[in-house]
């Protein structure tokens, strides 16, 4: 047998064991996220069981953003000292509690403060598994591990709201934050089986200097804080335009229902299918040039929502949601590059901008 018929079995196995860590990578990100994304596809069932303004809704459904943005800083501050599996999988467990208490308040204060102790949850898990894989994962391999955990957000925005719309619609609120909740549990139980087990990180440098201060050294990289304004970004742009077309399309003259509502977000699919390649956008365009690319497809899918046409609006949204989570992959992997020495700090600062 000749060299080459060696080799390709062997080339075979690498790739069929890239794809299963790379398929697990993004069923992890799913259900780190879900909750995020899923209560956005209810706001106006909210909106009617609360009695509250749209406005107000919004703003209470979107504070887990405050909670998210409070515990990038702390992971940031303190991720050194935390070990990785052990810090995911407690967060998604502890994150079942705020997500089944939201289907039992009736008051709109106690559900955004649900909502911030949530975005405190899916934060810590999401900024340690960034740093997991960052770590864990060749140069090579990283930027593609990253796509295939945002490709897992971007599966978490469709089948999330999705699940969310017809849950709510068939059996009630309740039953969906419920059913949430034990998605909540599976993915902690997935990662306790699956992540290997980790050493916290050293808890100050070989300078000595104590992990208050790490935080620092992604700030004075201009290349870094451009990547984390780029973020902040993103996440404003994505929030805002998924928050409030809802009402866009269940007024007039769209005027669809709650489950027709679910049924939109198949906008997502096309982006399942692009942010995969992000890796290539990067290696093709360069990391600034891909941004600036996926961005500028965001940008037009963002006008197009000004139309009054649903199939219009609908190509919008897709637009909108292709180039976002292409930017954002192409950034976080941008990101676990830069920052070679503390990755956990650099990509809770990213999450938190």
């Known amino acids: 047998m000749t060299s080459s018929e060696h080799t390709e079995p062997r080339r075979l196995r690498m ?4 794809s299963w860590r790379f398929g697990l990578i993004a069923l992890i990100a799913f259900l780190t996220l879900v909750d995020l994304f899923a209560t956005q596809a209810i706001l106006p069932s909210l909106v009617a069981r609360f009695g509250v303004s749209r406005a107000t809704m919004g703003f209470a459904v979107n504070a887990s953003t405050f909670g998210m943005a409070v515990a990038g800083i702390a992971v940031a501050l303190f ?5 990785r599996r052990n810090g995911i999988w407690i967060s998604l467990a502890i994150l079942a509690i705020p997500t089944t208490l939201l289907s039992q308040t009736d008051s709109i204060v106690v559900f955004a403060l649900l909502r911030v102790a949530q975005g405190l949850c899916m934060s810590t898990a999401f900024t340690l598994t960034m740093a997991y894989l960052a770590e864990h994962f060749s140069a090579r391999q990283t930027t593609s591990a990253l796509a295939a955990y945002v490709t897992g957000n971007v599966a978490s925005n469709f089948f999330g709201r999705l ?6 619609d068939t059996f009630g609120i309740s039953t969906n934050f419920l059913i949430f909740a034990g998605l909540n549990l599976f993915g902690a139980a997935l ?3 699956t992540l290997q087990k980790t050493s916290a990180m050293m808890r100050a ?3 000595g200097e104590p992990a208050r201060a790490a935080w620092k050294a992604p700030l004075q990289n201009a290349e870094l804080r451009a990547c984390f304004a780029i973020g902040f970004l993103i996440l404003f742009v994505f929030i805002g335009t998924f928050t ?3 009402f866009q399309l269940v007024a007039t003259p769209l005027s669809l229902t709650p489950m027709a509502l679910g049924a939109v977000y198949f906008v997502f699919l096309p982006s399942m299918l692009t942010t995969p390649l992000a890796g290539r956008v990067a290696a093709g365009l360069g990391p600034s040039g891909g941004i600036g690319a ?5 940008i037009v899918g963002l006008l197009l929502l000004l139309a009054a046409s649903l199939p219009v609006v609908l190509a919008g949204m897709a637009l909108v949601a292709i180039g976002t989570f292409l930017a954002q992959a192409i950034a976080t992997g941008h990101v676990s590059r830069t920052a070679s020495r503390d990755r956990a700090a650099a990509s809770g600062i990213y999450l938190a901008s």
């Open 15 to 18: 790739v069929a064991a890239d």
């Open 79 to 83: 991720g050194r000292g935390i070990d």
């Open 163 to 168: 699940m969310s719309a017809a849950v709510a």
């Open 191 to 193: 990662v306790w089986l």
């Open 205 to 207: 440098d070989g300078m």
């Open 244 to 246: 409030y077309v809802n």
């Open 294 to 298: 996926t961005l500028g497809l965001a």
